[in-house]
């Protein structure tokens, strides 16, 4: 088997906050967990990736459920071009699965401000699912602005920009293995 290289640190990647094996590790114990919580349910769990960032994470974690699931996915805009959350968040494109009466769940790249998953758990409520839980790979709970109940956390994190791992800074960065802090170099 050949190895693939680590990218190496560019100049605007500050530091390595969670090397890819932590990442490993942590996507393995939130598997082990909802394995175990939704152990014996008769209809599919559906996980639904937000688009883009959380599509890398959503891989790896769904190949660890030996619970039944399906893979759906929702596009959501709040940014626009700058990083800063409006709070003014616009659905681009719904599932394609109808979540009433069925254990949907809620899969994120990172909660920031909160006005992301709290739009979209007020969203999905209102479609009458059986269940409704998040899952979320990275917390930045220094940011947040509006209170949103998380079931499951991959880890929390300061108040930096981060890419990588599905994660991006216009769109580049997103397939590094690690997650790394970025800071926007201007020269
Ligand atoms: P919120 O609505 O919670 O403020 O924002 C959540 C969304 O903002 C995330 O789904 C993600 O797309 C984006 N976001 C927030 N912080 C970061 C970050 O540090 N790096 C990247 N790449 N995206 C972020
Ligand atoms: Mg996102």
Redesign the pocket.
Known sequence: MTSIAIPALTKDLVRVLIDADTIQRRVDELAYQINKEYEGIEESLILVG?L???FIFLADLCRKLKIPHVVDFIS?S??GAS?Q?T?N?RLIMDTRENLQGRHVMIV????????????LCRNFKARDPDSLKTVVL?D?PD???VN?ELDYVGFE?PD????GYG???AER?RTLPYIAE?VPVTD
């Open positions: 937000v883009k960032g959380s959501l709040s940014y990083s959350s709070g968040v994120e790249d990172i909660l920031d401000s909160g006005f992301t998953l709290d739009y990275l930045k940011r947040r602005k949103v994190i930096v920009w981060v890419v994660l991006d800074y960065y970025m």
